[in-house]
């Protein structure tokens, strides 16, 4: 604890600086009401509203931090504070003056002698921590005591800011280059979220000339993480940056048709995306040999050959679909304006029901309704691309009523990928898109997102070893080949771990020879409270001994996380129904009341004080990549984590080996592939050293035999 003399000596400044900022509001609000008209005023309204936003809320800390060198100190905040005279009394965090604040190091202090970081209640502070550069010039020092303060605060349903504790090496990735396409990768909780959230507040200060709030985009995996994420933005004083999860990138439709993961994982291909668009150009039609129609009560005869040739252009042409059809309605209309009637002005229904013959009009949900229910125009769509079986797969009979009919999540890319083809690029292109749990993504997922990014500058979040569901990938090549490739391409690793205190994570790691073997664990940077607690019980008594662990957590004010697989959800919600416990469900979108109850794959990206994760075996069950999902669960907590189950609290055992579809298996691989090469080595590498036991080598062995056999 800092001395009481020095707090006070602090706080007489935090006062002055609190003051002044509130002067500057005042002067701000003055302009709107001085303005000379209406307009003006509310022009000006406009601008003192952002303006006073970006001097921070009169609740928050005027400064995080305090920074001295051998002649001068400064303070820093969240924003740049003025005093009575126009000097600089606190400068903002991304402003360059603010650098050396989060550069410095006992081994590189970049010219500084001393490091406060406060922790304050509003403007009032209750501590600071300090790091004396000199004191120990040369040494290395772990994690400082501010950082650890800051770790081990009670966590809530949102995220918080880490302006004040933001570290060297991810303050070196939130100021990196826009014009890159920059992958961040890191263990569990190795701050990837906050660092990307901070570097698009960073991005959009330095770069205010460029672009504005509302051309960036944040991509989440699920509604739940986006609310969870959703005011880090704002509370940096930058608002108005689009905010949404994955499903959102699509027109606007009726969700909740189950899908076969093997569908699922057929739709999510690339590949599809040529299926669409063999599928349109099929839906062009061919003209009669003499098409005659009746123009302003007179007959008109046009050669169908005519028609053709410019509909054989246009098909060549890789402009969108409407645009092209109304080229095709302006060719045709000179064809019959040259035969001596001019039918511009009126509406001709001749006219326009040729045109709607030869090049229907057509909505993205039309095209792919009528695709998934007619045999013949899937397989003229399929070519020599798609097997039987995957025609087979595709298939299904519409509603009898577009309005009625019902999607899958798997069906949005490709309505995106179509809506694409019909209208062209979407309305809103971003110039910056952050990308977070990215590993997750499908290609054609992957495809909607790069066809909204207008320059190629994304940050793209994730880890391999957390990469689970239908599309789980292991190389970095498999996310960024399906995005623009117009910028270079980094990936930086983040090698602290945060969240996870060290018990924990020490526990989950085991998973990881099983999970993702070639990955390198993170350094976790803190012990937690306690062992993970282990409790095997009778499966009759599972879930209302998970209810009873979350509940007594929640009792010392934790803030608790059930993680359960869907195989028991209805034992637990009937379980805290007996007990009268209330809770959030995060199926629902909803995250914050004291227990909270969720399921594995939504967990991803989210964090509480306490975890409870019931029967791990269920969990591994329910996931090609399993032991990579129970990963991700164990790995939720930022200090308690009990384990209820009657079967394994660890399965190590048994090794889930992706199931193929025959064709799959027998085809051989096209070329030698390097990347997956490279990967298998690594992964053989892995295993050697850690002495995998020999059930695991299978997959392994597989895998090689693959890559390796003879291609014919
Ligand atoms: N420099 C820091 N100062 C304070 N807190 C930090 C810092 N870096 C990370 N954290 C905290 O660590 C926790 C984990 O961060 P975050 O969610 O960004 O990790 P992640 O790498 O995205 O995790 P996951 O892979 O599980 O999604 C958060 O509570 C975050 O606020």
């Known amino acids: ?8 000596k602090e706080q007489e400044f935090f006062d002055r600086a609190d003051k002044a900022r509130e002067k500057s509001r005042a002067v701000i609000a003055g302009a709107a009401a001085a303005a000379a008209h209406a307009a003006a005023a509310a022009h000006m309204r406009q601008f003192a509203k952002g303006q006073s936003k970006a001097l921070g809320s009169a609740e928050t800390a005027v400064a995080v931090g305090r920074m001295d060198d051998d002649e001068d100190q400064l303070y820093v905040g969240r924003e740049l504070i003025r005093d009575d005279d126009g000097e600089v009394i606190v400068v903002s965090w991304h402003a360059p003056a603010a650098e050396r604040f989060y550069k410095a190091s006992h081994r590189e202090p970049h010219g500084l002698t001393r490091k406060r970081t406060f922790q304050c209640t509003g403007n009032l502070i209750d501590d600071f921590t300090e790091i004396v550069f000199a004191q120990i010039a040369g040494a290395l020092a772990g994690p400082d005591a501010g950082l650890l303060r800051e770790l081990a605060r009670g966590r809530t349903g949102t995220m918080r800011d880490i302006v004040a504790t933001i570290q060297a090496a991810q303050f070196e990735l939130i100021r990196a280059p826009l014009e890159h396409l920059l992958v961040i990768e890191g263990g569990p909780g190795t701050g990837k979220t906050a660092v990307a959230l901070h570097r698009v507040a960073w991005l959009l200060f330095n770069h205010r000339d460029r672009f504005r709030n509302t051309d960036v985009l944040i991509v989440g995996p699920h509604p739940t993480f986006t609310r969870y994420i959703s005011t880090v933005l704002p509370s940096l004083g930058e608002d108005d940056v689009a905010q949404l999860d994955i499903t959102k ?26 299926l669409l668009a063999r599928a349109l150009n099929a839906r062009i039609g061919v003209p009669e040999p003499a098409e005659r129609l009746q123009v302003d009560g007179r007959f008109v005869t046009v050669p169908g050959t005519e028609i053709r040739d410019v509909i054989e252009t246009l098909k060549t042409d890789d402009s969108p679909y409407t645009r092209r059809r109304a080229r095709l309605r302006e060719a045709v209309t000179q064809m019959v304006e040259r035969r001596g009637v001019n039918p511009s002005g009126t509406r001709q229904p001749a006219l326009e029901n040729l045109v709607d013959r030869l090049w229907p009009q057509l909505t993205a949900a039309t095209l792919l309704r009528d695709l998934f229910s007619s045999r013949e125009r899937l397989l003229v769509a399929a070519g020599d691309e798609f097997t039987a079986s995957e025609i087979l797969y595709l298939r299904r009979r519409g509603a009898d009523r577009l309005t009625e009919e019902i999607w899958s999540r798997d ?17 809103t292109r971003y110039a910056h898109i952050v990308v977070d749990e990215a590993q997750d993504l499908s290609p054609m997922q992957l495809r909607s997102i790069a066809r909204r990014s207008a320059s190629g500058s994304l940050t793209i979040l994730g880890d391999l070893a ?7 990938c292991d190389t970095w090549d498999d996310v960024t080949s399906h995005l623009p490739a117009t910028l270079p391409r980094e990936i930086k690793t983040l090698r602290y771990g945060y969240r996870v205190p060290s018990q924990v994570y020490r526990f989950a790691a085991n998973l990881l020879p099983l999970a993702s073997p070639a990955t390198i664990p993170p350094e976790v940077v803190r012990d937690g409270p306690a062992e993970p607690g282990i409790f095997r019980v009778d499966p009759a008594e599972r879930a209302g001994r998970a209810v009873a662990q979350a509940v007594a957590h929640a009792n010392d004010g934790r803030f608790v996380g ?42 991803k990206g989210l964090e ?39 079967g394994e609290p660890l399965p190590l055992r048994s090794v889930h080996i992706p199931p193929r579809t025959a064709d799959e298996v027998t085809a051989p691989v096209p070329a030698l592939d390097p990347t997956r090469l490279a990967w298998l080595a690594k992964d053989i590498g892995a295993r050697l050293r850690r002495h995998s036991p020999p059930e695991q080598w299978e997959e392994v062995l597989r895998e090689a035999a693959r890559l390796l056999a003879p291609r014919g």
């Not at 604890?1 to 707090?7: N, R, T, V, Y």
């Not at 990138?249 to 189950?258: F, I, T």
């Not at 969990?619 to 930022?638: C, K, N, P, Q, S």
Request: overall charge negative.
């Open 249 to 274: 990138l699509a027109p606007p439709l009726k969700l909740g048709r189950p899908e076969p993961p093997e569908v699922g994982r057929l739709k999510g291909q690339a590949r599809m995306a040529g």
């Open 411 to 427: 069906d949005l890319p490709l309505l995106d990928e179509a809506d694409f083809l019909i209208n062209g690029q979407p309305q």
């Open 466 to 472: 957390q990469s689970t569901g239908k599309w789980a």
């Open 562 to 603: 059930i993680i359960c697989p869907s195989t028991l959800r209805t034992d637990v919600e009937a379980a805290l129904a007996a007990n009268g416990v209330g809770w959030s469900s995060a199926d629902r979108g909803e995250l914050g009341n004291a227990i909270n109850l969720i399921s594995p794959q939504e967990s």
């Open 608 to 646: 509480f004080d306490a975890v409870v994760v019931i029967e791990p075996e269920d969990i591994v069950a329910g996931d090609e990549r399993g032991h990579r999902l129970l990963y991700v669960a164990l790995t939720r907590t930022v200090g308690y984590l009990d384990i209820v189950c009657a």
């Open 1 to 8: 604890m800092a001395s009481k003399s020095e707090i006070a």
